[in-house]
């Protein structure tokens, strides 16, 4: 049974930072691709950030150069460092692999006052 749960978000002002976790279970976690994403009231999901299983990153233009994604695969985690943050990243944030494979977990809400 595949599991996901996400855990660090909170309450933060402009331009903190807060950094995320992704705990996977129930999956051969080091194979497949991870991915952040995250959904603001009224949007659609949206893609955040990508990990390769190699530990290669890529991310969406709203958070180049605020936002850090990593992985340890022996722990089955993905990670998503905020910094800098802006009120326009306020979001639930989720994790899942490239294309969300997996059943979604609870998310965990980010919210970032002016």
């Known amino acids: 049974q595949v599991q996901l749960v996400e855990s660090g978000g909170g309450l933060v002002q402009a331009g903190g930072s807060l950094r995320l976790s992704c705990a996977a279970s129930?999956?051969?976690?080091?194979?497949?691709?991870m991915a952040w994403y995250r959904q603001a009231p009224g949007k659609q999901r949206e893609l955040v950030a990508t990990i390769t299983s190699g530990g290669n990153p890529t991310y969406a233009d709203s958070v180049a150069g605020r936002f850090t994604i990593s992985r340890d695969n022996a722990k089955k985690m993905v990670y998503l460092q905020m910094n800098n943050l802006k009120p326009e990243d306020t979001a639930v944030y989720y994790c899942n692999n490239r294309v969300g494979l997996f059943s979604w977990g609870q998310g965990t809400q980010v919210t970032v006052s002016s």
């Open positions: 129930g999956i051969i976690f080091s194979i497949y691709t």
